[in-house]
């Protein structure tokens, strides 16, 4: 198999949406989606992720759809994200990426949703005094290290994006970054950590602090591909 990852964002068009979309657009993308995989289109991998607070990103933000697929059959991902959005009024923007597995995430491989789990979910953007292979050397090398020691942190994933579509097409993401906690209270004690402030400190000696970010619930559509150890595993 050749598997490639798409991450897409959906949004609304109202600047302030209303309560409750959210669950209806994540509700509806996990049945098409089911219908998808079920129909032979070499769905490989399927989570949908909901907002429930925004941190530093926009309140339009709706879903995100983390999109995996088996192209040695010649499917064409952009087929299948098309199907799971036709005929919804929002806007949607789609990246292929590839993965940076820093700690693995384990979360992810169980179907259905653990609603005292939380996500962090985020977009990155490399300072512009580094070219995107410093940024990207500097994350593995440098920052994974101090922000993978975060208490209570579970799976740690960055998808450095490869390609981009849609609404956003020019909004020049580099990365998108994914967390996971257990429930809300370790996450806010990892908040409050001593290893968190160090992160976030060093966040801004490679990277703009004008990421968004979002608390996310993650619905487990179709498990996506294991991925072994992270490299803040090996060796362990």
Partial sequence: MSIEKHVVLVESRDEQPDPGLATTVATE???????????????????????????????????????????????????????????????????????????????????????????????????????????????????????GSVPGLGGYVVSRVQSAEGARKESGTDAFIELWYPDRATFDAAGASPQQAEAWTDVQRYAKTTGEFWITTENVVVPPPATGPGTLEQGQ
Avoid: C, M
């Fill in 29 to 147: 993308l996990a049945d098409r989606g089911r219908s998808t995989a079920e129909g032979g289109s070499h769905v490989a991998g399927l989570t949908i992720s909901t907002p429930v607070e925004s941190l530093t990103g926009t309140p339009r933000a709706l879903a995100v759809v983390q999109l995996w697929v088996d192209v040695s059959a010649g499917v064409s991902p952009r087929a299948v994200i098309d199907r799971l959005v036709a005929g919804l009024d929002l806007e949607t923007s789609s990246w292929h990426v590839g993965e940076i597995v820093f700690r693995a995430p384990t979360e992810r491989e169980e179907p259905g949703a653990d609603h005292q789990r939380v996500n962090l979910f985020g977009t990155a953007f490399k300072r512009d005094d580094f070219d995107i292979d410093a940024f990207f050397d500097y994350w593995v090398n440098t920052h994974a290290p101090i922000s």
